[in-house]
């Protein structure tokens, strides 16, 4: 098990992105804890899984020491049921807060250049007569 917290730890030299970062290629991560610098969060769990075999693993993140607040929330929600049902209602609550935000395409509009330069802007599905051809 690791973790690693700051980004060019992760990363390694300029050379490396997000298809080759350090830590995966070397299998390890430092397990320094960053105080106020470029941050990230990465764990590391090392499984040996047999030819068809697979897992399923539950990282949970909190505040708090294990006897304050971690023990509780390991029992309401560290089974993968509870989680799949919190993921989907999390997804939900993001999809109708960025529903308010989203883009619409904007009303078709035609512009003619009169002779003094300025763009005469209207809303208009179809060419008037006083547009160019």
């Known amino acids: 098990m690791g973790y690693e917290t700051v980004r060019e730890n992760f990363f390694g ?23 106020g610098e470029n941050g990230c969060g990465t764990f590391q769990a090392d499984l040996v899984l047999a030819p068809g075999e697979s ?51 904007p009303i078709r509009t035609s512009t003619t250049w009169p002779t003094s330069g300025a763009p005469i802007t209207r809303s208009s599905p179809t060419r008037g007569r006083d547009m160019p051809r």
């Not at 909190?62 to 997804?91: D, I, W, Y």
Request: glycine share 8%; hydrophobic share 40%.
């Open 13 to 35: 030299d300029i050379y490396r992105t997000y298809a080759n970062p350090r830590a995966v290629a070397e299998g390890k991560c430092t397990n320094f804890l960053a105080e």
């Open 55 to 105: 897992r399923e693993l539950i990282v949970m993140l909190g505040m708090g020491t294990p006897q304050s607040h971690g023990q509780a929330a390991v029992a309401q929600f560290g089974n993968p049921e509870r989680c799949t049902a919190e993921f989907e209602a999390l997804k939900q609550q993001w999809h109708g807060l960025l529903e308010a935000v989203k883009s619409r395409p």
